[in-house]
């Protein structure tokens, strides 16, 4: 291992301008800089896969949230998976793959406060760990199951239903013997869910949130409510709910911004009389429920009842764009870049 | 035990027409009628005290609400204390004293279903049965201990502080070891929750809910919220809720109408990044639970950490005017009626 084998520059996508709302390739710049030797207790990650997610929105926000938002000039936050290169820690061997918070760079001299969970290639392909068996997944399973906790026969809806933790919920619901049922933003999505992910039914909800729509879908009413998108979606769904129906708030993806407040219906009777449970979810909260939790994600995924799908994307200047994406709702499956 | 104890005529009060929003004395009327005998499995019950609550607006408005509506022309549902005049219910004795669903009435033909706890005279004042140790005290205490959850040296902030049910949960939440911040309309309230009440500072929100006061009220922010009015306080109280905060939806006292919906401020990203927790309680969930509450809140009496104040009047005439009334604010502790 000599410097020669490491390249002399660390290509990065950093913060250039605060967006207030939805991120878009105009608010990145490339900043390549000299890559950094590991220095005492620190190792060399390269990147190998950088992950798109919808979250990624809220760190780059000045508005307040559950993370400092990433500085101007800055690279720009986001999880990865890599290899370690070089290492100063002793705790840490070179040839380990590492999942953290890399950031959307080659390099990344890193300690071990950045790694959320050493990965087992063996457990299946090293993308994965990125998505089903990264955050993607384990947000899925502690947010429906702590939370939600669904029994069986209940009905669970999901929104949106095919997205990267949507998808994995509405497997994971029916894996535990609920109705399952889901909104999603294209047709083609409506069939995936059916057909990939374990939903008894699903609807295009840009085709109409209608009451009748919405009963047909759920005509036992709705027991718990995954919610990644707040806004309309969720004004036409909060009427349907059962009594002792929870809501789990995982994410806002539909409303693009926050300052000031938009209104919305006044929810306070609702919550009374139907003794409903709103509570808000984040996985960084729960990190050290990650091993056994993708453990049974793993075990699942052999035997066939959780499948995933990815949508990758080659080279580092793509992840602006893929951002912006999702948002669309564009992508098909969880969005990653490869390098 | 002979028929001519008992008065020919059972004075009632009936629901005459129907309120969209706060019930007022000419939403009702009296109808006597002539006083029926108890069947087989029936006891007849005089009523003691009769119980006012702010609950009792849902119960005669007609929109979707926990209970179904009170018909027109039927006697105004109301919790009552009571004594057993004549029983051929061979499991209720002429003399117990019963806490239950008698009504605006001087008599009411009653069976089991109908009670919701047998009475102890030794425990306390007869009027107590329909206030701290009746509905009240049991949803003070349950509502802030099995939603709120409250640990020692949290802040929980109540609305509203003074009253029937706010002026138990200040107590019970002071005696849990937490700082006890309450909301209340009017100088004289403020002075009482924190004379009588355990209250640790309390403000008048009439004279304004602008951020620096309540910053002032709670300067370590709200852990748990316990929401008996909804409307503009809750507005101005959420953005003050700590990281895991809990909201207890107890009450929508300060909306008139749900129909339709009035807007507020959209809270699907606080309940997100702040993982707050907003959930419904009503009390008749938990009447299982009744004996071993009581139990605990007359320990707390006889030893003085609670206390409770009684707003009575006289005569089952004052029963609608005085249900107006708790709306205004203007009862000074839980508004009872005597016969």
Redesign the interface.
Known sequence: MTAALHPLTNRRIVLAVRPSGVPQPEHFRRDDQPLGEPGEGEFLVRNLYLSVDPAQR?WVNAS???ADPVPLGAVMRALAVGIVERSRDPRMSVGQHVYGWFGWQDYCVATEKLVIARVDPALGPLSAAVGIFGITGVTAYLALTEIGRPQGGETVLVSTAAGAVGSVVGQIARRLGCQVAGLTGADDKVEQCVAEFGYHAALNYRRGLERERLQALCPRGIDVFF?NT?GAI?DAVWPHMNMRGRII????AA?AA?DP?????????E????????????IF?HLARFPQVIAQLCAWNREGTIRYREDIEEGLDRAPAALAEIYRGENRGKKLIRL
Chains 1, 2 share one sequence.
């Open positions: 809220g307040a949230n559950y919610d707040s969720a708030q995982c994410g806002t409303i926050w407040p938009p209104q919305a219906p006044r929810r306070e009777r919550v009374l009389t139907k003794r409903l449970r709103h509570e808000g979810f984040i909260d």
